[in-house]
């Protein structure tokens, strides 16, 4: 069974273009590339938002380099909405097996200094994770900030945690709330699906049930999974009827012990009707800037699988 087809063209000038949205209604168009690719983006008069996703160095010296260019590259897109990797100021704890209670309050510190120069990206939301401590457990905290008023708003604790080599994730902190709640933003609704979590899809149905439009995963995951992550976040763009976004580590996983090789990058950006990838950073472009109809995710949301009762 078939929902409503999405209507798509790619711009056969060379652009770089794809114009996605439902019949009828006006296209909105999408640029690929990194600071310095196709800036031709063209603004919807429908619900449209233009978001971003990256992927970013997790060691000391490339992550500083890999920031400056994404101002950059969020500031010349206009970017509304940043999505970040998943704890992305610290290198990833999780790598080690021993929960370390002073490399833990350097992860806290870390973080809690680059919440600080969120502004220098210039874009209206900026959505990513940080450790966080509450009663004396830690945590995996997906928050929001907002630049109109400068705060940090914590939104979902992540809930599924893997314990394996290199990421002793359930070593390193606790289990967040069964609940998976979505927040409203200026301009859309946004939910998390943290790095594993995306695999638990029973949450994409809840969150189509609230009228989610982006799903946000920021993720750490390695080179060898990509095209196993590509596929789960497709399903979760279906599953949800919400645009998936994800942003990743790149690079190499420096400082860790064992050495967990390389980052796998590959940030997306998927639509929710088919599922269909509409971008893929990369080493040579690692952001990507499109601005997505949000109607798209709200038409959704009538269509199959979405329709189907629970």
């Given at each position: 069974?078939?929902g409503?087809?999405?209507?798509?063209?790619?711009?056969?000038?060379g652009?770089?273009l794809?114009?996605?949205?439902c019949?009828?209604?006006?296209?909105?168009?999408?640029?690929?590339?990194?600071l310095g690719?196709?800036?031709?983006?063209?603004?919807?008069?429908?619900?449209?938002m233009?978001?971003?996703?990256?992927?970013l160095?997790?060691?000391?010296?490339?992550?500083?380099?890999?920031w400056?260019?994404?101002c950059?590259?969020a500031?010349d897109?206009?970017?509304?909405?940043?999505?970040?990797?998943?704890?992305?100021?610290?290198?990833?704890?999780?790598?080690?097996?021993?929960?370390?209670g002073?490399e833990?309050?350097?992860?806290?510190?870390?973080?809690?200094?680059?919440?600080?120069?969120?502004?220098?990206?210039?874009?209206?939301?900026?959505?990513s994770?940080?450790?966080?401590?509450?009663n004396?457990?830690?945590?995996n905290?997906?928050?929001?900030w907002?630049?109109?008023?400068g705060?940090?708003?914590?939104v979902?604790?992540?809930?599924?945690?893997?314990?394996?080599?290199?990421?002793?994730?359930?070593?390193?902190?606790?289990?967040?709330?069964?609940?998976?709640?979505?927040?409203?933003?200026?301009?859309?609704?946004?939910?998390?699906?943290?790095?594993t979590e995306?695999?638990?899809t029973?949450?994409?149905r809840?969150?189509?049930?609230?009228?989610v439009?982006?799903?946000?995963?920021?993720?750490?995951?390695?080179?060898?999974?990509v095209?196993?992550?590509?596929?789960?976040?497709?399903?979760?763009?279906v599953?949800?009827?919400?645009f998936?976004?994800?942003?990743?580590l790149?690079?190499r996983?420096?400082?860790?012990?064992?050495?967990?090789?390389?980052?796998?990058?590959?940030?997306?950006?998927?639509?929710?009707?088919e599922?269909?990838?509409?971008?893929?950073?990369t080493?040579?472009?690692?952001?990507?800037?499109?601005?997505?109809?949000?109607?798209?995710?709200?038409?959704?949301?009538?269509?199959?699988?979405?329709?189907?009762?629970?």
């Amino acid at each position: 069974m078939e929902g409503a087809p999405l209507w798509r063209e790619r711009d056969s000038g060379g652009g770089g273009l794809l114009r996605v949205g439902c019949p009828g209604q006006l296209d909105v168009p999408l640029a690929l590339g990194p600071l310095g690719g196709t800036r031709d983006t063209l603004r919807s008069p429908t619900a449209a938002m233009r978001v971003t996703v990256c992927e970013l160095r997790n060691d000391t010296e490339g992550r500083e380099a890999d920031w400056v260019d994404l101002c950059a590259h969020a500031k010349d897109s206009e970017s509304e909405l940043v999505l970040l990797p998943e704890m992305p100021f610290h290198r990833w704890l999780a790598a080690s097996p021993t929960a370390d209670g002073q490399e833990w309050a350097g992860a806290v510190e870390a973080h809690d200094a680059w919440l600080e120069r969120l502004p220098e990206l210039g874009a209206p939301i900026v959505i990513s994770t940080r450790p966080v401590e509450d009663n004396r457990s830690r945590f995996n905290e997906g928050y929001v900030w907002s630049r109109s008023d400068g705060m940090v708003r914590a939104v979902h604790r992540k809930r599924y945690l893997p314990d394996e080599p290199g990421f002793w994730e359930a070593t390193w902190y606790s289990r967040g709330p069964s609940e998976f709640d979505s927040v409203e933003v200026p301009g859309a609704r946004v939910g998390f699906a943290i790095c594993t979590e995306m695999w638990f899809t029973g949450h994409g149905r809840e969150y189509a049930r609230q009228g989610v439009q982006i799903l946000a995963s920021p993720r750490a995951t390695l080179r060898p999974s990509v095209d196993k992550w590509i596929a789960g976040g497709r399903a979760a763009a279906v599953v949800s009827g919400a645009f998936c976004l994800s942003s990743n580590l790149s690079g190499r996983a420096a400082g860790t012990a064992p050495d967990l090789g390389a980052w796998g990058g590959a940030g997306w950006i998927i639509e929710p009707e088919e599922g269909e990838v509409l971008g893929v950073t990369t080493a040579e472009e690692p952001f990507l800037t499109i601005d997505i109809d949000l109607a798209v995710a709200d038409h959704a949301k009538s269509t199959y699988p979405r329709y189907v009762l629970d």
